[in-house]
């Protein structure tokens, strides 16, 4: 794995709530746009990290709540989008109808992002002869946790070690808290080994010392009987 949210990232929750502008002289992609992507949902964080906070600085409950989502306006759940959904329901000339189906839509895909979450954190039993391998940067801060503003906008309030895009915890799953974070590593992912590099998310495949490393785990690293 290079790089991988395996505990989901804020950015999710960002791109999905203002939207997302991948460059200066490229157009900004709609909240709305991203919203009716449900694999955009899938990288949402998990709860148990406490990545949002509300207004008054305490853990949301849970991001996976459409509720939320409707009380805050984020999203499809936006009144303000509604130029966009014209857009993307030509066929509807109703606002009411529109706002309708966004939100059934919102519905759909936050409770397909909460399934998926739930079975990626699943116990598997590792298939024999199996090996984990995580690259990760961890040289950048990398926005970790999110308050809820009163205008229902969200700004970063904290964050982490990672590659600029996804966090270094996120990518190991690391599940250390506060109470065990002295601690070794605690995953449910067991890695046969991680290496971490000072790059940013796109420049990690990039680095000499990533390429070097991975030819020689796949074609000089000593193997074990039948492994």
């Known amino acids: 794995m290079v790089g991988t949210p395996n505990a989901g990232s804020i950015q999710a929750l960002n791109v999905l709530v203002e939207g997302f502008k991948p460059a200066v002289l490229l157009p900004r992609y709609p909240a709305a746009v991203l919203g009716t992507m449900p694999a955009v949902y899938t990288l949402l964080p998990r709860n148990r990290h406490h990545p949002v906070l509300n207004v008054d600085s305490q853990p949301v409950e849970d991001i996976y709540d459409p509720a939320l989502w409707i009380e805050h306006r984020w999203g499809l759940a936006n009144p303000n989008q509604d130029r966009v959904l014209q857009m993307l ?84 799953l690391d599940e250390r808290r506060a109470e065990n974070k002295n601690s070794r590593l605690i995953s449910p992912i067991p890695w046969t ?26 074609l000089e690293k000593p193997r074990g009987p039948k492994s």
């Open 89 to 172: 329901l030509p066929d509807s000339a109703d606002v009411a109808q529109r706002r309708q189906i966004a939100v059934d839509h919102l519905k759909k895909c936050l409770r397909r992002a909460r399934q998926f979450s739930e079975s990626m954190d699943r116990p598997a039993q590792t298939p024999v002869g199996l090996k984990y391998y995580l690259v990760v940067g961890d040289s950048e801060d990398t926005d970790k946790t999110a308050r809820i503003n009163s205008d229902n906008t969200i700004t970063i309030v904290e964050k982490g070690p990672g590659d600029g895009t996804v966090l270094r915890s996120s990518a190991l």
């Open 193 to 218: 080994d991680v290496m971490f590099l000072f790059a940013s998310h796109r420049d990690i495949t990039n680095d000499p010392f990533f390429t070097d490393n991975l030819l020689y785990i796949l």
